[in-house]
T-cell receptor
Framework: QQQVKQSPQSLIVQKGGISIINCAYENTAFDYFPWYQQFPGKGPALLIAIRPDVSEKKEGRFTISFNKSAKQFSLHIMDSQPGDSATYFCAASISSGTYKYIFGTGTRLKVLA | DADVTQTPRNRITKTGKRIMLECSQTKGHDRMYWYRQDPGLGLQLIYYSFDVKDINKGEISDGYSVSRQAQAKFSLSLESAIPNQTALYFC????????????FGDGTRLSIL
């Protein structure tokens, strides 16, 4: 019940295309869903996050879509650029209590120029 | 200067050796975390600390120990390193009072021969 399942494991997209990464969870107590971006040699950095009281959040070219009934959320990268090539992790946590993150297994995105 | 600093950045050592990885932060956050990252497995929580006197085991604490020397310092020790502890190790911090997300250091790449 604590798992967060992320897919696909890897993704190749042409420049200007849309990159879509999906995550699914089981624990309905999760109430904070961040996405992290990680470049080689660097730690994960927060990209965008959503709480279940909204179905979508957009920041620039990055959008999180959240489906509470299906217990799924996804990251959409519009107009993907070579500089977006990185590994992306979704996560889920419970705001009260321990605030521990459960991470997905990551998606390695490559955007071709 | 980085908000979350990990030392060393890289370490190669032999089986059976004692290793200490150090983390210091200037963010003033109470909560600190140690994660391990393996290819295809995402980030797994080793230990976390809510303050100097509060240390908790994460999902994969066997073979590891931690010390919270001060609010700003949290170190991870491998008492007797083994090859399957070869991985990337990340320290993170968070401030639950403002619902801030976790902030990561740039990691330590540890290789155990």
């Amino acid at each position: 019940q604590q798992q967060v399942k992320q897919s696909p494991q890897s993704l190749i997209v042409q420049k200007g295309g849309i990159s879509i990464i999906n995550c699914a969870y089981e624990n309905t107590a999760f109430d904070y869903f961040p996405w992290y971006q990680q470049f080689p040699g660097k730690g994960p950095a927060l990209l965008i996050a959503i709480r279940p009281d909204v179905s979508e959040k957009k920041e620039g070219r990055f959008t999180i879509s959240f489906n509470k009934s299906a217990k799924q959320f996804s990251l959409h990268i519009m107009d993907s650029q070579p500089g977006d090539s990185a590994t992306y992790f979704c996560a889920a946590s419970i705001s009260s209590g321990t605030y521990k993150y459960i991470f997905g297994t990551g998606t390695r995105l490559k955007v071709l120029a | 200067d980085a908000d979350v600093t990990q030392t060393p950045r890289n370490r190669i050592t032999k089986t059976g050796k004692r290793i200490m990885l150090e983390c210091s932060q200037t963010k003033g956050h109470d909560r600190m975390y140690w994660y391990r990252q393996d290819p295809g497995l995402g980030l797994q929580l080793i230990y976390y600390s809510f303050d100097v006197k509060d240390i908790n085991k994460g999902e994969i604490s066997d073979g590891y120990s931690v010390s919270r020397q001060a609010q700003a310092k949290f170190s991870l020790s491998l008492e007797s390193a083994i090859p399957n502890q070869t991985a990337l190790y990340f320290c993170a911090t968070s401030d639950p009072h403002s619902n801030q997300p976790q902030h990561f250091g740039d990691g330590t790449r540890l290789s155990i021969l």
